[in-house]
């Protein structure tokens, strides 16, 4: 049968069983959207702006697992896409992002809303493709499917000139699909893995260093499990809350820049480190020569590049976690014995006792660290977190108790200020049974406002939760700390009126001063059942603490901030 | 650590904006290429790119698995034997005393590609360092013009 290339790529995303697409139309890909209109297979939710589309997707693929699918037009639809690829390449998200193209004939012209796309998302993306003909067009979105999920997962962005969007060839979309160039590899080394748990009976201070390798590998259950066997404790980095759960007692904390006292202080003190997909980024490992400097490294990763990038690795195990941790579990219950450990764990529970996370609450205002606790209390489990980027984010990945993986949906590589609204979009749109809190700053929520409409229109009612300090809160401590307090372009003094602003809208606002009016605006704001926004008045100069400043060292944190 | 000169042989899927994911690769991540040669291999849908880069140990292992990352690499082959050859024409104008040319030429598997009215275009094909020695050595010619290919590897 011979379909359109526009027909191509509705029946290619129900071969995938795409459920939902975000996306913004415009010239280029008028024809998809025309095929848009008639298919019944899956829901399509208009933003409004292309980067917010793409983070929606973003945030749909962390929230389940599954790809997120966009649709962009060209040029600037394209351009500002570039952002939403971005942060899901430095963070391993597995997304088809679909952009219109001009005509094959007018490339290279300088056309109208012509821009070399492929160009463009080469460096932040896993892979992509330009189409040339129709007759391609099945296989290159198989591949790109494939190629977002497998292996480490990545956003693939596919450009489709629009004449090849109207073009007819005959469409036979692939069962199965085997790469000339691209394998994977699953299954770790036996051999490696033998070693590595002989290097961990050979160890006194052991510490898992889990990262968001254990999210994206599904392997939570198995990390879980390996840990009680081992009875060995455990730090997880930003990317990694939720896969020990917080009610588990060799859980640490979180690591690095803003980790906990004991976190970093096992990691200094380990003389040996199992590192579950993390990459060893320099948020988490400060000054690269004192990171762990007693400790041999076992380093399990998907990703062969990965491996050793940064820091010399004993134990390399190329391979996906969830496999590798299920051969190490049977190994680990022969030879391990966790009560040899005991005496380490008990120095790092009183290195907890001495430096636990803590914050100095206040009857006069607000302190942001109160509110995502309460959150936390009251929502617990029942809640998705999402997060914008700067203080906010530390304080949630500080003080909200997650308990399982994909509970969390923040941008780590790339910190992109403007994902946590459009992310929380596609979190709730695929948990639609959870509630969705995006915890946001006064200065990151403005960056993509506009999808209030796309939340109110679509009916997904996601709660936004603002710890407004009038700052850009995180620069501003930075400025305090390392900048003689010069206020450079940090006041955000002059603000919009959210309460309105979110009801000029159609959502639900709510302004809040005291605990008393933030739990019965909590409650209003959920049974409300639209989108709502919580503007919370916090402590202008609260700062996230403990801190390793940039470049210094984990075991030399900064625990308070005095004057 | 010591900068170390690597030649690797990669193979490719030939398709479209294959090069321009590797020299994005290298300019990317700061790496350096000295010289870079492509063409298709006969019979197949695959391409060679010959890269002659330089770095300390980590730098070039890094530089090995990155190329391995790219969806289109087919192989990367960094390490054995390899027979190295570099390509260059010198241009030389016939009012040149051409005394020990021909020797020259002997010694560096050259011979003279072409010439024209008023010039000669001599032709060697040879190890880089080698070549290296023969641009110098031919300077005393008072050459026009000198183009140097890339290197071309093959692994024994």
Redesign the interface.
């Given at each position: 049968m011979e379909l359109s290339g526009s027909q191509m790529v509705i029946e290619a995303l129900r071969k995938e069983n795409v459920s939902v697409v975000f996306g913004y139309p415009g010239g280029a890909i008028m024809n998809v959207y025309d095929e848009v209109y008639k298919q019944n297979y899956f829901k399509h939710i208009l933003t409004r702006h292309e980067q917010a589309a793409i983070h929606a997707a973003d945030g749909y693929a962390r929230a389940s697992g599954e790809v997120g699918v966009a649709f962009v037009t060209s040029g600037p639809g394209f351009t500002n896409a570039v952002t939403g690829l971005a942060t899901a390449y430095m963070d391993s998200i597995p997304m088809v992002v679909i952009s219109g193209q001009v005509p094959i004939s007018m490339i290279g012209t300088d056309a109208f809303q012509e821009i070399d796309a492929?160009?463009i998302s080469?460096?932040c993306v896993?892979?992509n493709y330009?189409v040339?003909d129709a007759k391609d067009l099945a296989r290159i979105l198989k591949e790109a499917f494939y190629?977002a999920r497998s292996g480490r997962p990545g956003p693939v962005h596919v450009d489709i000139p629009k004449d090849v969007t109207a073009q007819m060839a005959k469409f036979e979309y692939p069962d199965e699909i085997k790469?000339?160039?691209?394998k994977p590899t699953y299954k770790g080394n036996p051999r490696q893995i033998k070693k590595a748990i002989e290097a961990i009976v050979a160890s006194k201070r052991p510490v898992l260093y889990i990262g968001g390798g254990a999210i994206n590998s599904n392997a939570a259950n198995e990390v879980r499990e390996f840990a009680q066997i081992c009875g060995i404790p455990a730090v997880e980095t930003l990317m990694a809350r939720g896969v020990m759960g917080d009610e588990n007692p060799l859980l640490l904390g979180m690591l690095g820049m803003h980790g906990c006292y004991s976190a970093n202080m096992a990691m200094s003190e380990a003389d040996l480190m199992i590192a579950f997909g993390p990459r060893f980024d320099d948020r988490v490992t400060g000054k690269l020569s004192e990171f762990a400097k007693h400790a041999k490294i076992i380093h399990v990763d998907i990703?062969?590049?990965s491996i050793?990038?940064i820091v010399p690795i004993d134990y390399p195990i190329v391979g996906d976690l969830k496999n590798v941790v299920e051969a190490m579990i049977p190994l680990a219950n022969e030879s391990v014995n966790a009560d040899k450990y005991k005496p380490w764990r008990d120095l790092l529970k009183r290195y907890d006792e001495i430096h636990p996370l803590k914050y100095e609450d206040s009857n006069e205002v607000l302190k942001p660290q109160w509110a995502i606790e309460r959150v936390g209390e009251l929502l617990g489990d029942k809640a998705i977190v999402c997060t914008d980027v700067g203080q906010h984010q530390m304080w949630a990945a500080q003080f909200y108790p997650f308990t399982y993986p994909r509970q969390w949906v923040t941008s780590g590589g790339l910190g992109t200020m403007g994902f946590g609204l459009p992310a929380a979009l596609g979190a709730k749109v695929a948990m639609p049974e959870k509630t969705v809190i995006n915890f946001t700053g006064d200065g990151s929520i403005l960056m993509n406002i506009q999808e209030l409409m796309t939340a109110v229109e679509s009916k997904i009612p996601v709660v936004n939760i603002i710890l407004n300090n009038h700052f850009l809160g995180m620069v501003r401590q930075w400025q305090t700390f390392f900048y003689d307090k010069r206020y450079s372009s940090t006041d955000l003094s002059m603000q919009p009126d959210f309460v309105k602003l979110v009801e000029s809208f159609g959502g639900r606002g709510f302004r809040v001063t005291t605990k008393e009016e933030f739990d019965k605006a909590l409650e209003e704001a959920i049974a409300s059942n639209t989108v709502c926004m919580i503007d919370v008045q916090i402590d202008r100069f609260e700062n996230v603490l403990p801190m390793v400043p940039a470049g210094g060292t984990l075991y030399n944190m900064m625990l308070e901030y005095k004057e | 650590m010591e900068h170390i000169r690597r030649v690797l042989s990669v193979i490719?899927?030939n398709e479209?904006?294959v090069l321009?994911?590797i020299s994005?690769l290298f300019a990317?991540r700061g790496y350096n290429i000295d010289s870079l040669t492509v063409a298709p291999i006969p019979k197949t849908?695959l391409s060679r790119l010959t890269i002659v880069t330089s770095g300390n140990t980590?730098v070039l292992?890094?530089i090995v698995?990155?190329l391995?990352?790219l969806?289109?690499?087919?192989k990367v082959i960094e390490s054995g034997e390899f027979v190295e050859k570099e390509l260059a024409l010198v241009k030389i104008p016939l009012s040149e005393d051409f005394n020990g040319l021909d020797a020259m030429l002997k010694a560096y598997n050259g011979t003279i590609a072409s010439s024209g009215e008023d010039f000669i275009v001599v032709m060697v094909a040879d190890d880089y360092n080698r070549i290296d020695n023969f641009l110098k050595a031919v300077k005393k010619y008072n050459p026009i013009d000198m183009v140097r290919s890339g290197s071309v590897a093959m692994d024994v």
């Open positions: 492929v160009g080469r460096p896993k892979h330009l040339k190629i790469m000339q160039t691209y990703d062969p590049s050793g990038k | 490719v899927l479209d904006g321009s994911r994005g990317g849908n980590h292992e890094q698995k990155q391995h990352k969806i289109p690499t087919y």
